[in-house]
């Protein structure tokens, strides 16, 4: 659904007011739930992010797809000469692939927060903005990606004495047969114990990717530190 005219409530009312219209008419929806129907809101920068998020993704499938077929082509063709020669050109060329892939993620790495800062959607304007700047954005990526891995361990370490308190999978194997009501009494508090830690650490690690490219897009553009 849609609200009428609700932009000029913003404009002439200011943010506060639209904010608790919004409160208001999400009140008048929730009252007309039925059941376990739920109502949410995406705003405008989900759905834009969501959009740019498919579109990065059809891309990056569809150059993998070509990527590879080459490979499997070239190599196919060298191993009818020699089957020696095949494999080594499988991995020479299988190589190559990754480095255009790895080289295509770092140019489109500004899309999702140029998509946020500018409120629209133009994925392929990150080329010019990484232009001349692919090397230090590797080099920042890498390192993201080794604090991810890091995250991921700390995770693991921290979740580990409530798998063990509560017997894991182990336990809930034990209850085939079990009802539902059953399982929750008796494994619940491990699984909302869990639940929470994975929880935390999935939004650190969505903030240990996505920040230093948001600081990246800033500098980039030149815009102030807050």
Request: include cysteine; aromatic fraction near 6%.
């Amino acid at each position: 659904i849609d609200l009428d005219r609700f932009k000029a409530v913003n404009d002439t009312l200011g943010h506060p007011v639209g904010d608790r219209l919004l409160t208001r008419v999400a009140d008048r929806l929730k009252s007309m739930m039925e059941g376990r129907n739920v109502c949410g809101r995406l705003g405008g920068d989900e759905l834009r992010v969501l959009a740019v998020s498919v579109i990065l993704g059809i891309v990056f499938f569809a150059v993998s797809i070509v990527l590879f077929g080459v490979v499997g082509v070239l190599a196919g063709l060298a191993a009818q000469a020699n089957a020696g020669v095949g494999i080594l050109v499988g991995v020479l060329v299988g190589l190559g692939a990754c480095v255009v892939l790895f080289w295509l993620a770092i140019r489109l790495s500004m899309a999702i927060p140029l998509t946020v800062a500018e409120k629209r959607i133009a994925p392929f304007a990150s080329f010019a903005l990484t232009k001349g700047h692919a090397l230090p954005l590797l080099g920042m990526a890498v390192i993201a990606f080794i604090m991810s891995i890091l995250v991921t361990l700390l995770g693991t370490i921290i979740a580990l004495p409530i798998t063990l308190a509560t017997g894991g999978l182990e336990q809930l194997a034990t209850m085939d047969g079990q009802s539902t009501a059953q399982i929750l009494q008796a494994a619940g508090p491990g699984l909302i114990g869990w639940g929470v830690v994975n929880a935390i650490f999935s939004a650190l690690q969505i903030a240990v990717v996505y920040a230093p490219f948001s600081a990246a897009y800033r500098d980039l553009k030149g815009l102030p530190h807050e």
